[in-house]
Protein backbone atom coordinates (compact mmCIF):
# COMPACT_ATOMS: atom_id res chain seq x y z
CA UNK A 1 0.00 0.00 0.00
CA UNK A 2 1.69 3.32 -0.96
CA UNK A 3 1.52 6.43 1.15
CA UNK A 4 1.14 9.78 0.05
CA UNK A 5 2.53 12.83 2.43
CA UNK A 6 2.11 15.99 1.19
CA UNK A 7 4.15 18.97 2.04
CA UNK A 8 4.81 23.21 1.89
CA UNK A 9 1.49 24.32 2.52
CA UNK A 10 1.89 28.03 3.98
CA UNK A 11 0.83 31.34 5.12
CA UNK A 12 1.45 33.49 1.79
CA UNK A 13 0.57 36.76 0.69
CA UNK A 14 -1.45 37.44 -2.43
CA UNK A 15 1.45 37.53 -5.88
CA UNK A 16 3.14 34.73 -4.16
CA UNK A 17 4.47 31.86 -5.13
CA UNK A 18 4.18 28.12 -3.03
CA UNK A 19 5.57 24.53 -4.12
CA UNK A 20 4.11 21.84 -2.87
CA UNK A 21 5.47 18.03 -2.93
CA UNK A 22 3.75 14.64 -2.58
CA UNK A 23 6.43 11.62 -1.75
CA UNK A 24 5.11 8.27 -1.83
CA UNK A 25 6.10 5.49 0.36
CA UNK A 26 6.91 3.57 -2.72
CA UNK A 27 7.58 3.92 -6.33
CA UNK A 28 5.06 5.82 -8.49
CA UNK A 29 5.91 4.28 -11.71
CA UNK A 30 2.68 2.75 -11.61
CA UNK A 31 0.18 5.28 -11.11
CA UNK A 32 -1.14 6.36 -14.50
CA UNK A 33 -2.66 9.68 -13.09
CA UNK A 34 -1.44 11.93 -10.29
CA UNK A 35 -1.72 15.48 -9.61
CA UNK A 36 -3.57 17.69 -6.86
CA UNK A 37 -7.36 18.23 -5.72
CA UNK A 38 -8.44 21.14 -3.27
CA UNK A 39 -11.30 21.68 -0.88
CA UNK A 40 -11.68 25.00 0.11
CA UNK A 41 -13.96 25.54 3.54
CA UNK A 42 -17.99 25.48 2.44
CA UNK A 43 -16.99 24.23 -0.65
CA UNK A 44 -16.45 20.43 -2.68
CA UNK A 45 -13.47 19.29 -3.37
CA UNK A 46 -12.02 20.08 -7.26
CA UNK A 47 -9.34 19.01 -9.08
CA UNK A 48 -6.78 21.48 -9.38
CA UNK A 49 -3.94 19.81 -11.59
CA UNK A 50 -3.52 16.11 -13.26
CA UNK A 51 -0.81 14.78 -15.27
CA UNK A 52 -2.75 11.74 -16.85
CA UNK A 53 -1.78 9.21 -18.63
CA UNK A 54 1.82 10.22 -16.92
CA UNK A 55 1.87 13.02 -19.60
CA UNK A 56 -0.62 14.95 -20.52
CA UNK A 57 -1.48 18.01 -18.19
CA UNK A 58 -4.75 19.25 -17.41
CA UNK A 59 -5.78 22.48 -15.32
CA UNK A 60 -8.70 23.89 -13.82
CA UNK A 61 -9.59 27.08 -15.63
CA UNK A 62 -8.75 29.31 -12.78
CA UNK A 63 -5.59 28.39 -12.24
CA UNK A 64 -4.04 27.90 -15.84
CA UNK A 65 -1.02 29.44 -16.48
CA UNK A 66 -0.74 30.22 -12.62
CA UNK A 67 -0.12 26.65 -11.66
CA UNK A 68 2.20 23.60 -13.05
CA UNK A 69 2.00 20.32 -12.12
CA UNK A 70 5.20 17.47 -12.26
CA UNK A 71 6.23 14.75 -11.71
CA UNK A 72 9.81 12.88 -11.08
CA UNK A 73 9.17 9.34 -10.83
CA UNK A 74 12.57 9.02 -9.54
CA UNK A 75 12.33 10.45 -6.79
CA UNK A 76 8.31 9.06 -6.28
CA UNK A 77 7.31 12.81 -6.09
CA UNK A 78 4.85 14.56 -7.58
CA UNK A 79 4.80 18.57 -7.22
CA UNK A 80 2.52 21.72 -7.94
CA UNK A 81 3.94 24.79 -7.72
CA UNK A 82 1.78 27.86 -7.14
CA UNK A 83 2.60 31.31 -9.26
CA UNK A 84 0.81 34.49 -8.60
CA UNK A 85 -1.41 33.06 -5.87
CA UNK A 86 -4.60 34.95 -4.98
CA UNK A 87 -7.04 34.18 -2.06
CA UNK A 88 -9.38 32.26 -3.40
CA UNK A 89 -6.86 29.77 -4.09
CA UNK A 90 -6.75 29.41 -0.28
CA UNK A 91 -8.13 25.54 0.75
CA UNK A 92 -6.73 22.81 1.48
CA UNK A 93 -4.89 20.93 -0.88
CA UNK A 94 -4.63 16.62 -1.28
CA UNK A 95 -2.06 14.71 -3.25
CA UNK A 96 -3.96 12.52 -5.77
CA UNK A 97 -2.64 9.27 -7.41
CA UNK A 98 -4.50 6.45 -9.32
CA UNK A 99 -3.32 3.20 -10.74
CA UNK A 100 -5.04 0.11 -13.13
CA UNK A 101 -4.23 -3.35 -11.60
CA UNK A 102 -6.68 -6.30 -13.02
CA UNK A 103 -9.08 -3.70 -15.18
CA UNK A 104 -10.07 -1.91 -11.54
CA UNK A 105 -8.65 1.65 -10.69
CA UNK A 106 -7.41 2.10 -7.13
CA UNK A 107 -7.27 5.58 -6.38
CA UNK A 108 -4.91 6.93 -3.40
CA UNK A 109 -4.83 10.53 -1.88
CA UNK A 110 -2.74 12.03 0.48
CA UNK A 111 -3.79 13.75 4.32
CA UNK A 112 -3.77 17.06 2.71
CA UNK A 113 -2.12 20.09 3.53
CA UNK A 114 -3.03 23.60 4.08
CA UNK A 115 -2.71 26.50 1.46
CA UNK A 116 -3.44 30.43 2.93
CA UNK A 117 -3.45 33.49 0.68
CA UNK A 118 -3.79 36.89 2.62
CA UNK A 119 -4.82 39.47 0.42
Known amino acids: QVQLVESGGDLVQAGGSLRLSCAASGSISNFITMGWYRQAPGKQREAVAM???????NYADSVKGRFTVSRDNAKNTVYLQMNTLKPEDTAVYYCYAALVRSGRQFDYWGQGTQVTVSS
Open 51 to 57: IVSYVTT
